[in-house]
């Protein structure tokens, strides 16, 4: 059994910072990509950051500069530093961790995260 756990969500002001953390625990050999991924009301979830497990990392374009993705491994935990926030920006956050586990690769979701920004 192997889950993650997000934390760090909340109501921020336009222009504003937050850090978003995601947690892996259980049975985990081999913690492969990370991500982070949002979906807001009406729309589909869309990836927004990920990270290999040898610190490679990509972004949506419309976060490029302004959020970073990075992991500890020894702490199975990968953070997203949330900076220059916009209102457009406000979804629930997810993270999405492959997880080798028992033999076997799993793709294991957290429970989301709200990330509200408005004045």
């Known amino acids: 059994q192997v889950q993650v756990v997000e934390s760090g969500g909340g109501l921020v002001q336009p222009g504003g910072s937050l850090r978003l953390s995601c947690a892996a625990s259980?049975?985990?050999?081999?913690?492969?990509?990370m991500g982070w991924y949002r979906q807001a009301p009406g729309k589909q979830r869309q990836s927004v950051a990920v990270?290999?497990?040898?610190?490679?990392?990509n972004y949506v374009d419309s976060v490029k500069g302004r959020f970073t993705i990075s992991r500890d491994n020894a702490k199975n935990t990968v953070y997203l530093q949330m900076n220059s926030l916009k209102p457009e920006d406000t979804a629930v956050y997810y993270c999405?961790?492959?997880?080798?586990?028992?033999?076997?690769?799993?793709?294991?979701w957290g429970q989301g995260t709200q990330v509200t920004v408005s004045s």
């Open positions: 999405k961790a492959q997880i080798l586990t028992n033999g076997y690769d799993v793709d294991v």
């Open positions: 990270i290999s497990s040898e610190g490679s990392t």
């Open positions: 259980g049975s985990i050999f081999r913690l492969n990509t």
